[in-house]
């Protein structure tokens, strides 16, 4: 009986002690799911034109039909000459070029900024979610704060100390210039860059287009066609 009971303490020991040494690895999750598109086609229209935009119109008449689909929504996105910067100093020199300065992190939130530029001061103040403000932000006092009216010299002085206190950093993650194509029209140094937007076919696929410019008209288009997977 002794010796049935130290072979049974013994066997419990060697199944404890491989039990001690075995490793169990940790469950690795797949990888989230891509979401991507597949290029199924490309176009060069040099004769014609791309839904209602002749190749040969002038920028004013190609600009109105862009316009109208924005306002019908047909154009998801319309792509403005824009430059992204990660550093207040590269924005010194530069705001005086552009229409819009935005400031967001990473990626885009509801609380992002939107700073309107005109006349060589701050027109306009507004949140991503639409929401008007007379200063940014809003809980400093208007010495610090960026203000509907400042000079473009004292708002480059407020970005610079904003962007070095914790609470408002974030907000400097992503800094873009934008300038509106209506502008572009009659500044020479812009009007030869093509003119970018995605416009929706359908639910799963999407043109992506370029127009591309020469003396102030419709030179030719390439559109990509995309279908969504």
Known sequence: MRKTLTSLCLLCLLVLAACTHTNIDPVTPGPDP????????????????????????STTEAFSVLEQYRDQKLVSYLGAINTYFSNVTDLKDRLAEFDWLVLDESFDTESGIQIQL??????????????QL?????????????????KLSLLYTKLESLSQQAAYAPKF??????????????????AGAPWRFIYRNQAQSFDGVEIHLQDKKVQYIIVNRFEER
């Open 34 to 57: 891509i979401y991507s598109a597949k290029l199924v086609g490309r176009d060069s229209i040099a004769n014609g034109a791309y839904r209602g935009i002749a190749i040969g119109s």
């Open 118 to 131: 005109e006349a060589g001061q701050v027109k306009a103040i507004t949140l991503n979610n639409r929401r």
């Open 134 to 150: 007379t200063q940014w932000p809003e809980s400093i006092s208007s010495s610090q704060a960026i203000q509907v009216g400042d």
């Open 173 to 190: 993650e992503r800094m873009v210039l934008l300038s509106r194509y209506s502008y572009a029209l009659y500044d020479p140094k812009k």
